[in-house]
Antibody, heavy 121, light 107 residues
Framework: EVHLVQSGAEVKKPGESLKISCKGS????????VAWVRQLPGKGLEWMGV????????RYSPSFQGQVTMSADKSIRTAYLEWTSLKASDTAMYYC??????????????WGQGTTVTVSS | DIQMTQSPSSLSASIGDRLTITCQAS??????LIWYQQKPGTAPKVLIY???NLETGVPSRFSGSGSGAEFTFTISSLQPEDIATYYC?????????FGGGTKVEIK
């Protein structure tokens, strides 16, 4: 069975750094992109970007370019989303998801359970 | 960016009602549209992909139609377990974008 399992909830202070993870299993990991989606508290879904774990090729939404960094380690089937200096406005649920098919021009058919990030002083 | 305008933002209906949600894209996206269901505290789940194809295992009371810039999502007979927020998303042009969501409640 195909799964994406994300790291646990985080509570951080403004200015701190953070790296959350998303581990894939049950499918040919190197043949699929991994997307990241943000959901602010009580709000809708926002596509942040995608990464191709096989070669770490990335596509960022302009809204998130420069705000976060996506990376991946294909040897352990894990993708990451990283912040160098968190802000309170980064407080949200973050999902990783797998675009169906071999490209990123697809809907996302498999989702992680989400990682809650809380940034508060 | 392609704007996805979803309406209504919320609706209240009775069990057994037929309900319809619309999603309008700011430009032609062919049939590159997916519908998700999200229940509180859980990740989104695919219901319809390529505008009108039912995802495997999804009940047939869910359907989707449309192409170009106008899309419709229908629940033919609302069930208690359908209480959720529904989102459309286009995957024709980067950045991929979502509609604002429709929260479905029981009247």
């Amino acid at each position: 069975e195909v799964h994406l399992v994300q790291s646990g909830a985080e509570v951080k202070k403004p200015g701190e750094s953070l790296k959350i993870s998303c581990k894939g299993s049950g499918y040919n990991y190197n043949n699929y992109w991994v997307a990241w989606v943000r959901q602010l508290p009580g709000k809708g879904l926002e596509w942040m970007g995608v990464i191709y774990p096989d070669d770490s090729d990335t596509r960022y939404s302009p809204s998130f370019q420069g705000q976060v960094t996506m990376s991946a380690d294909k040897s352990i089937r894990t993708a990451y989303l990283e912040w160098t200096s968190l802000k309170a406005s980064d407080t949200a649920m973050y999902y990783c998801a797998r675009p169906a098919g071999g490209g990123y021009y697809h809907g996302m058919d498999v989702w992680g359970q989400g990682t809650t990030v809380t940034v508060s002083s | 960016d392609i704007q996805m305008t979803q309406s209504p933002s919320s609706l209240s209906a009775s069990i057994g009602d037929r309900l319809t949600i619309t999603c309008q894209a700011s430009q032609d996206i062919s049939n590159s549209l997916i519908w998700y269901q999200q229940k509180p505290g859980t990740a989104p789940k695919v219901l319809i992909y390529d505008a009108s194809n039912l995802e495997t295992g999804v009940p047939s009371r869910f359907s989707g139609s449309g192409s170009g810039a106008e899309f419709t999502f229908t629940i033919s007979s609302l069930q208690p377990e359908d209480i959720a927020t529904y989102y459309c998303q286009q995957y024709d042009i980067l950045p991929l974008t979502f509609g604002g969501g429709t929260k479905v409640e029981i009247k």
